[in-house]
């Protein structure tokens, strides 16, 4: 999305299968590049700024190692240095999501069109290009880590069959997480499902294109992850005892806090829930609040398209 001479310039590209948002977003940044050279080399512009909201985007552009986004982080670079020969300056800013910045609906009706030209419907969008036909990094680790997942729900399963209400599985001599194997199976899943970002709440079901954002237990704008942890104002009680005082007793744990002796604003929640120290606190948190659950609404979004798009927000 580009705003120029009065209105919205918009593109979009499908980037076939076998992609993450995270590879959306790189290519967005690329191609915000390649199209202010473009531009700029007609209409005699001295300086560029681009937004864009994904900080691990604006990391990966200023290294060309192997890994996630090279490609991409390289076709961002030599556009770059088209720019920086004509002596036109770049800036990068960052700009928090959704936050009430202009033509950011725009930008996620586009993706939607987008994702959808997969399915024959639409016909605007860009056939996915010759370049970008490769499986990419990101989507692997996925793939991996659903894999993982996978293996975790039967997992779950088998100790389902060993009793009806407890689950005491030595696992932790297959290297697995000990804590959450010892606990009961639905807090269990709700424990991985929250972990890899497949839990129902509100943004994922916003990312699967059902429903807005909005908390259902407090009314705040965005139900994230790090919202239901950390802020929202439904389970209270229960984040001070995460956080901060912890539990005393037998199986009692220290707060996260105290833990990783940081103030829960500066822990991300894909930090803490990685932290196996932290496991028996969060899993204690899941059996005290409704966090996660599947309720008829979100069982219904859960069972359809798991198709993703993402707005490469730029
Ligand atoms: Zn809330």
Partial sequence: MVWK??????????????KEAFDAEMYAMSEAVKIADEICSEKGVRRVTIFMDSQATLRRIQLDEPGPGQILALRTMNWESELIDKNIQVEYWWVPAHKGVEGNKEVDLQAMKAAYKHCGSYTETQNPLKHLNYVSFA?????????????SKNKIKEMGKKSKHSYRYDL????????????????????YQLKTGHAIIASYLRRIGKGDMKCWWCGHEYQTRDHLFKWCKGWKREQKRLWVDGQKGEHGYEGIEKVLK?????????????????SQALLDFLSVTDVGRISGVAEEAENSDHEESSDGGV
């Fill in 5 to 18: 001479e009065e209105r919205w310039y918009k593109r979009r590209v499908h980037l076939g299968r076998q």
């Fill in 139 to 151: 989507h692997i680790n996925r793939r991996m880590t659903e894999v993982k997942w996978e293996e």
């Fill in 172 to 191: 932790v001599m297959k290297g697995s997480n000990g804590v959450t194997m010892t606990s009961q199976k639905s807090i269990a899943a709700r424990f």
């Fill in 262 to 278: 940081k103030p829960k604003i500066s822990l991300p929640m894909s930090l803490v829930f990685a932290e196996e120290k932290c």
